[in-house]
């Protein structure tokens, strides 16, 4: 079991920053993978970066150039960090633990962190 908290949400202008930090606990002996996600009122969660085990990050094009993910195995958690904020950015965000071959498909997910940007 894998459980999942995520912290750092709040209030900002547009331009502003905000760091996001998923902990993680639980035992696992999987490779994987934790990803975010975004859901504003009214829209589709959308992905929004992720990590592999071995560091490699992935960005939507959306938030490329602006957020930064970044993961402290010893503290077990992952970051999310938001520069050049935009009004947009706006929604609740979510981290996702989700497992990777050859551990059979699962994920976990976090209760979510609000981010409002104001312009």
């Known amino acids: 079991q894998v459980q999942l908290m995520e912290s750092g949400g709040g209030s900002a202008q547009a331009g502003g920053s905000l760091r996001l930090s998923c902990v993680v606990s639980g035992f696992t002996s999987c490779t994987y993978a934790i990803e975010w996600y975004r859901q504003a009122p009214g829209k589709q969660r959308e992905f929004v970066s992720g990590?592999?085990?071995?560091?490699?990050?992935r960005y939507a094009d959306s938030v490329k150039g602006r957020f930064t993910m970044s993961q402290d195995s010893a503290k077990k958690t992952v970051y999310l960090q938001m520069d050049n904020l935009k009004p947009e950015d706006t929604a609740m965000y979510s981290c996702q633990w989700l497992s990777r071959p050859p551990c059979m498909k699962i994920n976990y997910w976090g209760q979510g962190t609000q981010v409002t940007v104001s312009s």
């Open positions: 990590i592999e085990n071995d560091g490699t990050t």
